[in-house]
């Protein structure tokens, strides 16, 4: 297996369990945003994300999710840095987004923790450390990311930065799988079928 090729990063943009998510309109979305509900800036992102009830937008998208980071809303840096990581709506800048993901992560936001997982496993913005990705798949994995369970398992699989132990990458590959993530649940199947 190749680790490298096999690392995921995702971008959050779920469903929000908060009450600006049953906004009615747009307008109202961006009045709570000018109030600096940081919540509200993080739907709007996702919306000018995806394209959603709005033209699609990447740079309105940059602006709304930085408004949600500089707010306090984790999910808002994890999904900044992913933009910042990939060029998208802003000059890619690798260190920025190992920044934000940081900032994400030490908000108890398990994608910013799985996303800058994969930065230190590639050395992408930040030296090259294995051990330091395990520990925040470990993380990312522990608060039920799918992404972080599955990288984990690459890990322990491939023994980087870790103790190799099949067993353990295929008890991870499953649970990646149980939280929906399909090549944890491919990973899962192989690794089921070779005993």
Sequence with gaps: MNSIGKFLLFIAMGALNLPVAHAQTVQELETRCARRDA????????????????????????????????????????????????????RQDKFKAVELYTKACDGRNASGCSNLG???????????????????????????????????????????????????????FGKACDLRHEDGCKEYARMKGAR
Aim: hydrophobic content about 35%.
């Design 39 to 90: 919540a509200a800036c993080f739907y709007l992102g996702v919306m000018y994300t995806n394209g959603e009830g709005v033209r699609l937008d990447k740079f309105k998208a940059v602006e709304m999710f930085t408004k949600a980071c500089n707010g306090g809303e984790a999910t808002g840096c994890s999904n900044l840095g992913w933009m910042y990581e990939k060029g998208e709506g802003v």
């Design 118 to 172: 994969v930065m230190y496993s590639k050395g992408d913005g930040v030296r090259q450390d294995k051990s330091k990705a395990f520990e925040l798949y470990t993380k990312a994995c522990d608060r039920e990311n799918a992404g972080g369970c599955y990288n984990l398992g690459v890990l322990y699989f491939d023994g980087e930065g870790v103790r190799q132990d099949r067993s353990l990458a295929m008890e991870l």
